[in-house]
Structures are given as structure tokens and as C-alpha cells.
T-cell receptor, first 113, second 110 residues
Framework: GAGVSQTPSNKVTEKGKYVELRCDPI?????LYWYRQSLGQGPEFLIYFQGTGAADDSGLPNDRFFAVRPEGSVSTLKIQRTERGDSAVYLC???????????FGPGTRLTVL | RKEVEQDPGPFNVPEGATVAFNCTYS??????FFWYRQDCRKEPKLLMS???SGNEDGRFTAQLNRASQYISLLIRDSKLSDSATYLCVVNSNSGYALNFGKGTSLLVTP
């Protein structure tokens, strides 16, 4: 079956711009996670959705970052006023529920110039 | 101090060699432990879970020492296709968020 998909695969933007990153989880997976992976580092947790609600957004670095999952399936990570330090690979994962195996998408590579 | 610490390597080994990776974690309340594999510019994929009694999957053996808060991965008879970054992963207090180490880079050469 289809895995987790993310679009775009690459995004280049200028400092100060707004970007949206999309994640399409595996069908039927109720849990969805966003992670961020900077160069040479492991992924870092950003936010967890169970269904439509953000159950835990404690990993979001500041209020420029926001994510939604209005219908409990597709999720969008939104970054306002991008900064060069936001450059990273943004990974989305989904699972059948919390504490079950997380399947990762291929990521969106964000470059802020 | 990071919650999960790993030696970043790189480990360069010849085909057929045995190689071991170690990692330590700081949260003694952690309940779930994993090794993920990440190929260059690809997403992480679960290699194996790690259980207290130790577990094996083909050429791969994982061990957990809760008292020392130490996790290991042993790869026997290395193949060229084992070349990748190996990420040590521990679940957070929440139970669902994963804490990743920086990863250990392995290069298996002919």
C-alpha cells in the first residue's frame, strides 16, 4: 500500500516568507507526527496529532510554527516569517495509534536563503 | 545533555566484518527502545525494536542494559548494503514522541 507522502520534496524560500508543508499519512492511521532533522542531527519531535487535534505541540520551537489536521488525515505544517535557521528536512510520520510503529515520509527539504 | 547519545563515527569496515554501535540514554523512565536505519537523503526506517532480554534478527543483535541505560547494536558479516546511518531511538515520557540520537555512520567497503 501507499506510504506516507510529503509535498513538496524540496522548497527554497527567502528569509521572511511564509511556507506550507503538506503530509499525507498512511490511510487509516490516526496518529500523525512532525519531526525536524537538521544537518548532522537526528530528527527532533515537533508536534503530535491524534485525529484532528494537536495532542502535543511541545516541540514547536516558537510561535512562527503552526500545524493543522482539519479532517484527521492530511496535515499541513505552516512556518511564518521564515529564518535561515529553519532550514532543515521536515519529516512527517504516521502510526495506527500512539506507541505503535511510526512510518516516516520522505521529508521536505526546506532551504531558507 | 541530549537525551540520547551516540558516537557519530564514521565506522569504516570491510565486508564480512563485525561492527558494534553503542548508545546511552538519560531518561531512566523510558520504556521503548529502537534502532532505525537512515540511508543518505532518505527517511528513517525501523530496523528493530530492542527488548530487555536482547533480541536478534538475522545478522543484527540488539541489547539493552536498563541499569546502565545503555543500548547496543551488533552487525555480523557486514554487507555493502549495510552502509547507512544507524539511529538509536528512545521513546519520551509521553510514550509517543521519539527521541533520536545523532546517528552513527557506517561505511562497509569491498
Amino acid at each position: 500500500g501507499a506510504g506516507v507522502s510529503q509535498t513538496p520534496s524540496n522548497k527554497v524560500t527567502e528569509k521572511g516568507k511564509y511556507v506550507e508543508l503538506r503530509c499525507d499519512p498512511i490511510s487509516g492511521h490516526t496518529a500523525l507526527y512532525w519531526y525536524r532533522q537538521s544537518l548532522g542531527q537526528g530528527p527532533e519531535f515537533l508536534i503530535y496529532f491524534q485525529g484532528t487535534g494537536a495532542a502535543d505541540d511541545s516541540g514547536l520551537p516558537n510561535d512562527r510554527f503552526f500545524a493543522v489536521r482539519p479532517e484527521g488525515s492530511v496535515s499541513t505544517l505552516k512556518i511564518q516569517r521564515t529564518e535561515r535557521g529553519d532550514s532543515a528536512v521536515y519529516l512527517c510520520a504516521s502510526s495506527t495509534g500512539p506507541a505503535y510503529e511510526q512510518f516516516f515520509g520522505p521529508g521536505t527539504r526546506l532551504t531558507v536563503l | 545533555r541530549k537525551e540520547v547519545e551516540q558516537d557519530p563515527g564514521p565506522f569504516n569496515v570491510p565486508e564480512g566484518a563485525t561492527v558494534a554501535f553503542n548508545c546511552t540514554y538519560s531518561n531512566s523512565a523510558s520504556q521503548s527502545f529502537f534502532w532505525y536505519r537512515q540511508d543518505c537523503r532518505k527517511e528513517p526506517k525501523l530496523l528493530m525494536s530492542v527488548y530487555s532480554s536482547g533480541n536478534e534478527d538475522g545478522r543484527f543483535t540488539a541489547q539493552l542494559n536498563r541499569a546502565s541505560q545503555y543500548i547496543s547494536l551488533l552487525i555480523r558479516d557486514s554487507k555493502l548494503s549495510d552502509s547507512a546511518t544507524y539511529l538509536c531511538v528512545v521513546n519520551s515520557n509521553s510514550g509517543y514522541a521519539l527521541n533520536f540520537g545523532k546517528g552513527t555512520s557506517l561505511l562497509v567497503t569491498p
